[in-house]
């Protein structure tokens, strides 16, 4: 039943288009059987009609092969990600350009010189006027060939901004925030920044967190210790298992680095908590003394 209405659904969005695309190409092949040519100003409607009918004809079939191709990408979505929204307007770009120029042409009766021109003058001052967004429909572009991110994924861009990608278009990547809040990103500001993709290659990953212990505490006892606690955090993957690695050796104590792997980034926070919340009860449990900083004071007697 509910493939049944989302079939009629997608059939009710073709009935309009195909309708104009093919009722003005039929009033347009019978055009000359309907009415008769005759000097002077009825020739010249005549000639109006027939532009008008072909325009309308050109822009029904750029609209009707839109919405076949936007039925087209949106089929099968159910339980997968969502295409790009990028990629139907592109292609409703291109077909609505085709058209255009195509009713240039009619209107210079097949002269491609003059259509030619007169598109080229268009394309020139529709260019300077959105030079400012060029820039980002091309990011755009780049981003859907090189598959950079996709609607769905869990992205952080350079400066700070994290959150899921819920759609990308001509312009701007909309993403939200684990707070529910949505920030547009100009498509050319993101090319700008180092994005980093935390749903591929796969959705899970190893997060680290950067540790002081005091030095009263041996490294090969502390990083057991922090690897333990670490597995018994609720909510991290168990396989593969969490560890401790020393990084320095710092006056202020041991620099230990708590390495887990987290399943999706949607739950990079609540994994943060509960290994950081393990790991205070553990070296609270074992009274190890919180690191603090040395100072070495020196006591000179001037001579007299």
Known sequence: M???????????????????????????????WLTRAEPGGAAEGL???????GAIAYLGAAWLATTVVGLAVTAGEAGRRRAP?????????????????ATITLVFEGSLLGAAATSGILVAIIGFSLRGVMADVFAGI?????????????????????GRVVEISWRAT?????DRVHAIVPNGRVAQQRVMNYSAPRPHFRQQLRLTLDHALAADEAKRLLAEAAASAPGILAQPAPDARLLAHEPEGLVFAVRYWVPSFALEIDCRDAVL?????????RSVPAPHQRHQVRFEQSGR
Do not use: C, H, M
């Open 2 to 32: 509910a493939a049944g209405k989302a079939t009629a659904s997608r059939l009710r969005r073709i009935v309009w288009p195909l309708a104009i695309t093919s009722g003005s190409i039929a009033l347009l092949l019978a055009l000359p």
């Open 47 to 53: 000639r109006v009609v027939r532009l008008l009918l």
């Open 85 to 101: 929204k990028l990629l139907q307007e592109l292609s409703g770009v291109a077909a609505f350009a085709i058209a255009v120029v």
């Open 142 to 162: 780049a981003f859907g060939l090189e598959r950079t991110y996709r609607i769905g994924d869990w992205i952080e861009l350079e400066n700070g901004l994290s």
């Open 174 to 178: 909309r993403i939200e925030t684990r």
């Open 277 to 285: 919340t393990a790991v205070d009860a553990a070296l609270r449990q």
